[in-house]
């Protein structure tokens, strides 16, 4: 995928995945569109969202975050929209339906090292 149809893919995700965020639900509507833009990825996605595979861990003292998802640690790359496991942390965090536990930032600095 070019740069250019990354950012655009990314920008129209990220106006449905803040409305969804909004509603704090998803309609019919926008996870038929979240499917358009991902193709097999949103589905995989789903599931893990749906299976209560995405954790949150937050920095006690920092606030910041790390997401995990399935033991996968989900990590931006460039040259993809994104994977399953990005793709269901944002899907998991707009439905607010992460799993958090908040650790102290050395934990989560180990966790970002792993």
Same mark, same amino acid.
């Given at each position: 995928?070019?740069?250019?149809?990354?950012?655009?893919?990314?920008?129209?995700?990220?106006?449905?995945?803040?409305?969804?965020?909004?509603?704090?639900?998803?309609?019919?509507?926008?996870?038929?569109?979240?499917?358009?833009?991902?193709?097999?990825?949103?589905?995989?996605?789903?599931?893990?969202?749906?299976?209560?595979?995405?954790?949150?861990?937050?920095?006690?003292?920092?606030?910041? $975050?790390?997401?995990? @998802?399935?033991?996968?640690?989900? !990590?931006?790359?460039?040259?993809?929209? =994104?994977?399953? %496991?990005? +793709? *269901?942390? $944002?899907?998991?965090? @707009?439905?607010?339906?992460?799993? !958090?536990?908040?650790?102290?930032?050395? =934990?989560?600095? %180990?966790? +970002? *090292?792993?």
């Amino acid at each position: 995928m070019q740069a250019a149809s990354a950012v655009g893919l990314e920008s129209v995700a990220s106006e449905i995945l803040a409305a969804v965020a909004a509603a704090g639900s998803a309609t019919d509507e926008q996870l038929s569109n979240l499917h358009f833009l991902y193709d097999s990825h949103f589905a995989k996605a789903l599931q893990i969202v749906d299976q209560g595979g995405v954790w949150c861990f937050v920095g006690a003292s920092s606030g910041r $975050r790390v997401y995990q @998802a399935f033991f996968f640690d989900v !990590v931006s790359k460039a040259e993809a929209a =994104a994977c399953k %496991h990005q +793709l *269901a942390a $944002r899907l998991a965090d @707009a439905l607010n339906k992460t799993r !958090v536990q908040t650790v102290s930032d050395i =934990a989560l600095g %180990h966790l +970002l *090292a792993e």
